[in-house]
């Protein structure tokens, strides 16, 4: 069951059977805190997918510190999305939500494959995705592009790696993908690939060395 | 005027580079130039203040592409903004420093009018737009023996010519942390260097606590500073219990690259292995003593300034790889170089005493050799051994490093070639070194080295000849066996046969039909056409330093 609360601080809270969606004392410093725990990533990527949204504190103070970073924010449960929407209106004006099931339709959402296409990072939301653990574990897994399925799905959403989604893909099912998986590739198949394009692929193999 | 330097190494190789810094600003006043390096040289920003850095993340990069919590694109999109943004620079000129296939495709990727150094193109192939850094591939790096120093090649590669000095200022930190860590000194203060990036080529605690235990015994007033950065603390800790232990007065200094830069400019000797911090001295006044050991290669990489000294252990492997460990039993190299020796030669840098250098070059002979560092009159850095050897060994050093250069230079395509000028610069070299040559011992040695080039020419004719055959299947195995016969023979006489001989193994594992691949073939007999012309070109100098040697008879 979903409730509503005030914490110490005032600030209105979420609360499902015993869990608490954010701090029951003050919810701004720990989403202040969360925000600073995870500076570091923060600040390389251009694009964040946050992996369920809470009450909203944690997204009101990512759009506060970074309000020129791409977000994209994973959340299932409507009366969550709800509340957290009626508390920031401004902030989640213009954050898209997305709640697919299907993961090849979380891949195919175009604010996703916004954010797939230049940098980014993975944040969870601890206390929101406790609420479908397996379903976020899964989400994750497929947004890193680590395992061979989800690598499929990313090509295709990749502009440099679309030409490479049919082709047959020399790796082990449960082997986690690093980037000797294209070592099969001639040359005639990376031809096609930009001077930009190209150059990075042959430099990031070096490294690999 | 924008232009970009790559040096995609260590700390070590950036500092390197100082001297092509220097003549590229000498040269464009106005430039911008840029540097992109690893992440690790960003401690050199507050000393380049003049130089726009770009960093390459490369720890981040290698997490990214192997930590499997990282998105698998993370370390594509990472490169590929870095190259984007270093092409929205619109660089007149790029300038790659770093011999690997990394360096090579990042460079090949970015947009600049002029390139120079290793470039890998879309087709897999490389090029090097300078003959001194087409050298620096094929020769010096198949382990020639009369090499140039690197910071020749760079500078000589780009069209420049190095100078021989090369300042850089100190920064307010780095001053307060030098003053911090000196305090109030009385007598010498001695700075050690002694932890390098590979173990190979560290002096043993055992043999630096002797050697400064003498040292101590000699000035008793003396400071030792253990120099190192803040990663290094530990094991420098170790290092100086081990050194208290045999009564030495060592204190640690932990600091940064510009209190590094202060404590030199302010201290009376450093003794150093094959560091960044030796080639950081190379701007500043301090008397240096290098140990040169494990895979250090003093003659690429020994401090690019004149009248330091190098000290290197007379053992057959040195300089071994470093690509690979240690291959002797016990560390000879280290074991070989008495600390007595060390202590001897840091007290004449300490007191200025050139002649008893000598004395010790002379008595430690069989075990150690002693080389001070010059610049020749050719405009080139080189380490001079302080006890002479052989005198013909020693015209041919010199001599084989102006065929080089003249060969490099393209002046044998030159209507009028620098010859004469360079046998005179070459004659007074030899005559004027720490162990000059009289002009008759000169002539003798002319002499036996023409009659040598004469034959090396030769054998270059017969060797192309033999060459040739390679190409017909019927005479391939026959041709092959004789010309890698010559070619070992000839290793003494002509350094370039080193390369061919690498070349040639390849050649071994060729097809059933006998024929060796006609791109290596190719490369063979380019190399081949090299060492006719350098033949010719040495002649020619060989005749005209006679020709001079004759003309006070």
């Known amino acids: 069951m979903m409730e509503e609360f005030y914490a110490k601080s005032g600030d209105r809270i979420l609360r499902i059977g015993e869990k608490y969606l954010c701090s029951a004392?003050?919810?701004?410093?720990?989403?202040?805190?969360?925000?600073?725990?995870?500076?570091?990533?923060?600040?390389?990527?251009?694009?964040?997918?946050?992996?369920?949204?809470?009450?909203?504190?944690?997204?009101?103070?990512?759009?506060?510190?970074?309000?020129?970073k791409k977000i994209v924010i994973f959340e299932q449960n409507e009366r969550c999305i709800q509340f957290a929407e009626r508390l920031f209106p401004i902030e989640l004006f213009d954050v898209p939500i997305v709640s697919e099931n299907l993961f090849d339709k979380v891949i195919a959402d175009p604010a996703v494959k916004a954010v797939l296409s230049s940098r980014y990072t993975i944040l969870r939301h601890?206390?929101?995705?406790?609420?479908?653990?397996?379903?976020?574990?899964?989400?994750?897994?497929?947004?890193?592009?680590?395992?061979?399925?989800?690598?499929?799905?990313?090509?295709?959403?990749q502009s440099t790696f679309k030409a490479f989604e049919g082709t047959p893909l020399l790796w082990g099912e449960s082997t986690p993908i690093d980037w000797r998986i294209f070592d099969h590739l001639n040359d005639g198949q990376l031809a096609e690939r930009s001077d930009l394009d190209f150059f990075v692929l042959k430099a990031l193999r070096e490294l690999i060395k | 005027m924008k232009i970009l330097v790559v040096s995609l190494l260590r700390v070590g190789d950036v500092?390197?580079?100082?001297?092509?810094?220097?003549?590229?600003?000498?040269?464009?006043?106005?430039?911008?130039?840029?540097?992109?390096?690893n992440d690790s040289a960003g401690g050199l920003q507050p000393l380049l203040p003049d130089i726009h850095f770009h960093l390459f993340e490369r720890k981040e990069i290698q997490q990214g592409l192997g930590e499997y919590q990282r998105p698998f694109f993370d370390s594509y999109y990472l490169v590929k903004e870095l190259i984007t943004e270093l092409s929205a620079l619109k660089f007149d000129r790029v300038i790659n420093l770093t011999q690997n296939r990394l360096s090579g495709y990042i460079c090949g990727a970015i947009t600049a009018t002029d390139k120079a150094g290793l470039v890998m193109s879309r087709n897999g192939s490389?090029?090097?737009?300078?003959?001194?850094?087409?050298?620096?591939?094929?020769?010096?790096?198949?382990?020639?023996?009369?090499?140039?120093?690197?910071?020749?090649?760079?500078?000589?590669?780009?069209?420049?010519?190095?100078?021989?000095?090369?300042?850089?200022?100190?920064?307010?930190?780095?001053?307060?942390?030098?003053?911090?860590?000196?305090?109030?000194?009385?007598?010498?203060?001695?700075?050690?260097?002694?932890?390098?990036?590979?173990?190979?080529?560290?002096?043993?605690?055992?043999?630096?606590?002797?050697?400064?235990?003498?040292?101590?015994?000699?000035?008793?007033?003396?400071?030792?500073?253990?120099?190192?950065?803040?990663?290094?603390?530990?094991r420098l800790t170790q290092l100086r219990e081990a050194v208290l232990t045999a009564g030495v007065r060592?204190?640690?200094?932990?600091?940064?690259?510009?209190?590094?830069?202060?404590?030199?400019?302010?201290?009376?000797?450093?003794?150093?292995?094959d560091t960044s911090i030796k080639h950081l001295a190379s701007v500043t006044n301090i008397p240096v003593v290098e140990l040169c050991l494990g895979s250090s290669d003093f003659r690429k990489t020994g401090i690019y300034r004149k009248g330091n000294v190098i000290v290197q252990s007379k053992v057959p492997c040195a300089p071994c790889s470093h690509l690979s460990a240690c291959e002797q039993a016990q560390h000879l190299c280290a074991e070989r170089l008495s600390p007595a020796a060390v202590a001897l030669v840091a007290t004449s840098c300490l007191t200025r005493d050139w002649n008893s250098l000598k004395v010790v070059a002379e008595e430690f002979g069989p075990e150690i050799e002693i080389f001070r560092t010059q610049f020749s009159q050719s405009g080139y850095w080189l380490a001079e051994p302080v006890v002479g050897t052989?005198?013909?060994?020693?015209?041919?050093?010199?001599?084989?490093?102006?065929?080089?250069?003249?060969?490099?230079?393209r002046e044998h395509l030159r209507p009028l070639g620098e010859f004469g000028s360079e046998a005179r610069r070459l004659k007074e070299m030899v005559g004027q070194g720490l162990n000059p040559l009289k002009d008759s011992v000169l002539r003798e040695c002319l002499r036996q080295l023409e009659s040598e080039a004469r034959l090396t020419e030769s054998r270059a004719v017969e060797l192309i000849r033999k060459g040739r055959q390679l190409g017909s299947q019927h005479e391939a195995r026959a041709a092959l066996r004789d010309l890698t016969e010559?070619?070992?023979?000839?290793?003494?006489?002509?350094?370039?046969?080193?390369?061919?001989?690498?070349?040639?193994?390849?050649?071994?594992?060729?097809?059933?039909?006998?024929?060796?691949?006609?791109?290596?073939?190719r490369q063979v007999m380019k190399i081949l056409e090299d060492v006719k012309c350098k033949s010719a070109i040495r002649m020619k100098l060989i005749r005209s330093m006679q020709s001079q040697a004759m003309e006070k008879v």
């Not at chain 2, 060592?250 to 292995?273: F, K, N, Q, V």
């Open chain 1, 126 to 157: 601890a206390p929101s995705a406790a609420l479908n653990e397996p379903w976020y574990d899964v989400l994750e897994k497929e947004l890193l592009g680590r395992s061979l399925t989800s690598l499929r799905s990313q090509l295709g959403v």
């Open chain 1, 25 to 68: 004392v003050d919810p701004r410093t720990e989403a202040e805190r969360w925000v600073a725990g995870h500076r570091a990533k923060v600040h390389k990527a251009k694009g964040l997918l946050i992996l369920g949204l809470g009450a909203g504190y944690h997204i009101a103070q990512l759009r506060k510190q970074y309000p020129s």
């Open chain 2, 126 to 234: 490389a090029s090097f737009g300078s003959t001194w850094f087409s050298y620096l591939n094929d020769y010096v790096a198949a382990g020639g023996k009369e090499v140039f120093h690197y910071s020749d090649i760079f500078s000589y590669g780009t069209g420049y010519t190095p100078p021989n000095e090369v300042n850089l200022p100190e920064v307010a930190t780095g001053v307060a942390e030098a003053e911090r860590i000196l305090g109030n000194s009385a007598g010498p203060v001695i700075l050690i260097q002694a932890l390098t990036s590979d173990e190979k080529k560290n002096w043993s605690s055992k043999l630096w606590a002797e050697a400064l235990g003498l040292l101590q015994l000699k000035f008793p007033a003396a400071r030792f500073l253990l120099l190192g950065a803040p990663f290094e603390e530990d």
């Open chain 2, 390 to 409: 052989n005198a013909t060994a020693t015209v041919k050093r010199h001599l084989e490093k102006s065929t080089w250069k003249l060969m490099l230079e």
């Open chain 2, 15 to 37: 500092l390197l580079a100082l001297p092509l810094f220097a003549a590229l600003k000498r040269a464009h006043p106005e430039a911008e130039i840029h540097l992109l390096c």
């Open chain 2, 250 to 273: 060592a204190e640690l200094a932990i600091c940064s690259l510009p209190g590094a830069l202060s404590l030199l400019r302010r201290a009376d000797l450093l003794l150093t292995g």
């Open chain 2, 486 to 521: 010559m070619l070992h023979q000839e290793c003494e006489r002509d350094d370039s046969n080193r390369l061919l001989l690498s070349y040639l193994a390849s050649f071994q594992a060729h097809g059933p039909t006998g024929v060796p691949d006609l791109s290596r073939l």
